[in-house]
């Protein structure tokens, strides 16, 4: 069974610019969330979709961070335009049903670095 | 407020010692609570899930505790190997949405 994946792994943007990010989740998962940790504090969380619609996106630090999931298969995290506090790793996780036993599964993570 | 607070920040232990590492928490309400490791450069992995009316888990050499009453959560590994280390994260669910709150993890080291 392959993985979540995400693209790109490193990703080093000027302060200003826009960087968009993609999450493949595990296929037939319905739920998929993204999270993000900056350097030194623990991983928050930003939104949850169910298929293609954003079920919870209190996490969403501002108006530049834009995320879609259409089609309810790979979805997008877009910062425009991108600030220094910005800079951290995102990572995507997907799960079958919100109380799986089995958990959310974790992509390796993007690593933004916003100079 | 929903915090994790996880104990010790980091931990340096040899390899086939014993370690337990110790999450408290103050979520509401409260779901279920997830230990995940996390070597250097990957995503979390899950290692054990309990739901509220369970108080222990195992999973290998991995062996989760969970008390309700006092709101606190520890994880037990047995006869450490060098792939043990890693970050250990706490992570507690907070509502029906399956939402995560984090702890900021617990790095271990095992030396040869």
């Known amino acids: 069974e392959a993985g979540v994946t995400q693209f790109p792994s490193h990703s080093v943007i000027e302060k200003g610019q826009t960087v968009t990010l993609r999450c493949d989740p595990i296929?037939?998962?319905?739920?998929l969330y993204w999270y993000r940790r900056v350097m030194g504090k623990e991983i928050k969380f930003l939104l949850h979709?169910?298929?293609?619609?954003?079920?919870?996106e209190s996490g969403m630090p501002n108006n530049r961070f834009l995320a879609e999931r259409t089609g309810g298969t790979y979805s997008t995290l877009k910062v425009q335009p991108a600030e220094l506090e910005d800079s951290g790793v995102y990572f995507c996780?997907?799960?079958?049903?919100?109380?799986?036993?089995?958990?959310?599964?974790f992509g390796p993570g993007t690593r933004l670095t916003v100079l | 407020k929903n915090q994790v607070e996880q104990s010790p920040q980091s931990l340096i232990i040899l390899e086939g010692k014993n370690c337990t590492l110790q999450?408290?928490?103050?979520?509401?309400?409260?779901?279920?609570l997830r230990w995940y490791k996390q070597d250097t450069g990957r995503g979390p992995v899950s290692l054990t899930i309990?739901?509220?009316?369970?108080n222990t888990k195992s999973n290998g050499r991995y062996t989760a505790t969970l008390d309700a009453d006092t709101k606190q959560s520890s994880l037990h590994i047995t006869a450490s190997q060098l792939s043990d280390s890693a970050s250990y994260i706490c992570?507690?669910?907070?509502?029906?949405?399956?939402?995560?709150?984090f702890g900021k993890g617990t790095k271990l080291s095992v030396k040869p």
């Open positions: 996780a997907s799960s079958q049903d919100l109380v799986s036993l089995r958990g959310q599964f």
């Open positions: 296929s037939g998962h319905d739920n």
């Open positions: 979709f169910v298929k293609e619609s954003k079920q919870d």
């Open positions: 999450c408290n928490y103050t979520v509401s309400p409260f779901s279920n």
């Open positions: 309990m739901t509220f009316s369970e």
């Open positions: 992570v507690v669910s907070g509502g029906s949405q399956g939402n995560l709150i």
